[in-house]
T-cell receptor, first 115, second 113 residues
Framework: SAVISQKPSRDICQRGTSLTIQCQVDSQVTMMFWYRQQPGQSLTLIATANQGSEATYESGFVIDKFPISRPNLTFSTLTVSNMSPEDSSIYLC????????????FGPGTRLTVT | QKEVEQDPGPLSVPEGAIVSLNCTYSNSAFQYFMWYRQYSRKGPELLMYTYSSGNKEDGRFTAQVDKSSKYISLFIRDSQPSDSATYLCAMSAQAGGYQKVTFGTGTKLQVIP
């Protein structure tokens, strides 16, 4: 199984600033996903990031607010822009291979608090 | 109405008890059903995976799917303190880890020694 690390593990940021979250995988993977996990709410997919193409965003999420980069097959970043307290959440990246029958592997998450 | 409903708990049980965790869903297109376990400060990890209706057993864990009722369950036998975690049900319409997965909110389980 893939081993995924995220940086930072947690951060406290001020309203109006931006934070870039990094996701590093120990092997090359085709698909990378970014999720948001808010208290009391389900894990929500923000976007799918494939290397060499633009990220695909889910309904309710836009590129200006959550720009994503995927420069290679082992790395991706998610930026949370112009933050507000409503962006306080855990952000998780996950990976999957096209050949993977059913499993996504998740990183440990980045706990973001916006004050 | 949410596509997937899951009681958030918390559910507190004594060690050795049988635990029943449940989810209901509304989208009849869902055919693939998963249970993820998430320890505190960690990402979710896949615990069980089933296709369509029926039961699947893996050690102390049994996953059950009733598509006619749009209801899925995870049973944990002889629960241990190490089972204390949040359990997320998840489902998708198509096979493949790269397919879009819809998650429940998670049920927090505490097994008391």
């Amino acid at each position: 199984s893939a081993v995924i690390s995220q940086k930072p593990s947690r951060d406290i940021c001020q309203r109006g600033t931006s934070l870039t979250i990094q996701c590093q995988v120990d092997s090359q993977v085709t698909m990378m996903f970014w999720y948001r996990q808010q208290p009391g709410q389900s894990l929500t997919l923000i976007a799918t990031a494939n290397q060499g193409s633009e990220a695909t965003y889910e309904s309710g999420f836009v590129i200006d607010k959550f720009p994503i980069s995927r420069p290679n097959l082992t790395f991706s970043t998610l930026t949370v822009s112009n933050m507000s307290p409503e962006d306080s959440s855990i952000y998780l990246c996950s990976v999957a291979e096209v050949r993977s029958k059913y499993e996504q592997y998740f990183g440990p998450g980045t706990r973001l608090t916006v004050t | 109405q949410k596509e997937v409903e899951q009681d958030p708990g918390p559910l507190s049980v004594p060690e050795g008890a049988i635990v029943s965790l449940n989810c209901t869903y509304s989208n009849s297109a869902f055919q693939y059903f998963m249970w993820y376990r998430q320890y505190s400060r960690k990402g979710p990890e896949l615990l069980m995976y089933t296709y369509s209706s029926g039961n699947k057993e893996d050690g102390r864990f049994t996953a059950q799917v009733d598509k006619s009722s749009k209801y899925i369950s995870l049973f944990i036998r002889d629960s241990q303190p190490s089972d204390s975690a949040t359990y997320l049900c998840a489902m998708s319409a198509q096979a493949g880890g790269y397919q879009k997965v819809t998650f429940g909110t998670g049920t927090k389980l505490q097994v008391i020694p």
